[in-house]
């Protein structure tokens, strides 16, 4: 299979470091164009789910603009001009909960929109997070930070209450991750 190329791109909406919408000229690999194919550019981002030492999973209950009524969240944010993902992830949990962590797993990096660009997410699963200073985080929803256990975890997530898709699969992904460290036979 051949990838499309861009044959030219031109900016048509520059809204800062977090949005620029750009119209792309692209061919196909059987030489057709598409003049007008938009390609949205935002910033990466890092979602982390935090386990802590006595195996509570942190979480928010917050709003988000984009989101009706509130929604259970995974700790994250932007990644900041060439920062390493795994350096923004370590900040943000810092930042947002208080919490560090001394193991890390990348969970995966994803297209946010494999057809129209919207930056990737950069999943990660922190665990044995401890308590290290209080929150210091300048996210703009307010935010109740959470303490649940794997059963209420999972029952979030299988019942909707994240409901923002990166939170939702990193939720899904750091649950697997953990369920094949287990001996087997063990749930």
Request: with cysteine.
């Amino acid at each position: 299979m051949q990838p499309w190329k861009t044959r030219s791109r031109t900016v048509v909406l520059d809204g800062g470091k977090f949005l620029t919408v750009e119209r792309h000229e692209v061919e196909l690999p059987d030489g057709r164009i598409i003049p007008d194919w938009h390609w949205v550019i935002t910033p990466d981002y890092v979602n982390i789910i935090a386990v802590t030492e006595s195996g509570q999973f942190l979480c928010f209950r917050q709003t988000k603009y984009a989101v009706e009524g509130t929604s259970l969240s995974a700790p994250g944010g932007y990644l900041e001009p060439n920062e390493d993902p795994l350096e923004a992830a370590k900040r943000e949990l810092l930042e947002e909960t208080g919490y560090a962590a001394p193991q890390w797993t990348s969970l995966g990096t994803y297209s946010v929109d494999g057809n129209r660009g919207a930056g990737r997410a950069h999943l990660f699963l922190a665990q044995g997070a401890y308590p290290t200073r209080p929150i210091d985080a300048d996210d703009l929803e307010q935010q109740e930070l959470l303490h649940l256990t794997r059963t209420e975890l999972k029952k979030a997530l299988t019942s909707g209450e994240f409901k923002v898709l990166a939170w939702a699969a990193n939720v899904a992904l750091a649950l697997f991750h953990i369920d094949q460290k287990l001996p087997s036979g063990k749930s």
